[in-house]
């Protein structure tokens, strides 16, 4: 099983990502250096999976940041940009990377938000509970959380 990481090289992680994604956080990363970490799965050097944890607003809710002060101001991190790259997509990385996370945090509390609903299901499999949806734009999105039992 790969081991969670907390890296200092974000480009390493955002080259990963869909470009999209990595304009989205690439631009605005010395904003967030101090106020996110990057963690990955590592696994003989190749990284499986990724995502970064915020402690501060991340740029895809800066269109509700009063919603995403009211749960940092609760004790809870956001997770954000979770990303396994899709030659070792259906292994369970995912899974792997946020219960990775659980046990490196065992008694905080996240939240994150998400534009698809399908993977709402894969959230609620791991432990997250659905809150409520929020309006983006014309998006509709979900915001889900997580508190350790």
């Given at each position: 099983?790969?081991?969670?990481?907390k890296?200092?090289?974000?480009?390493?992680?955002?080259s990963?990502?869909?470009?999209?994604?990595?304009?989205?956080?690439?631009?605005?990363?010395?904003?967030?250096?101090?106020?996110?970490?990057?963690?990955?799965?590592?696994?003989?050097?190749?990284?499986?999976?990724?995502?970064?944890?915020?402690?501060?607003?991340?740029?895809?809710?800066?269109?509700?940041?009063?919603?995403?002060?009211?749960?940092?101001?609760?004790?809870?991190?956001?997770?954000?940009?979770?990303?396994?790259?899709?030659?070792?997509?259906?292994?369970?990385?995912?899974?792997?990377?946020?219960?990775?996370?659980?046990?490196?945090?065992?008694?905080?509390?996240?939240?994150?938000?998400?534009?698809?609903?399908?993977?709402?299901?894969?959230?609620?499999?791991?432990?997250?509970?659905?809150?409520?949806?929020?309006?983006?734009?014309?998006?509709?999105?979900?915001?889900l959380?997580?508190?350790?039992?």
């Open positions: 099983m790969p081991a969670l990481q890296t200092s090289d974000h480009q390493q992680f955002f990963l990502l869909p470009e999209d994604w990595r304009s989205e956080i690439s631009e605005n990363w010395n904003s967030f250096a101090d106020k996110a970490s990057i963690y990955l799965l590592r696994d003989q050097g190749q990284i499986k999976a990724g995502g970064i944890v915020f402690s501060i607003c991340p740029p895809d809710m800066y269109y509700d940041k009063k919603e995403a002060q009211k749960w940092f101001d609760s004790g809870y991190l956001y997770i954000g940009f979770l990303w396994v790259p899709e030659e070792f997509r259906g292994n369970n990385l995912g899974s792997a990377w946020i219960q990775a996370l659980k046990e490196a945090f065992p008694t905080q509390k996240f939240w994150l938000s998400i534009e698809e609903e399908k993977l709402r299901y894969f959230y609620v499999k791991n432990g997250f509970q659905l809150v409520k949806s929020l309006q983006n734009g014309p998006n509709k999105e979900w915001l959380t997580y508190e350790p039992a």
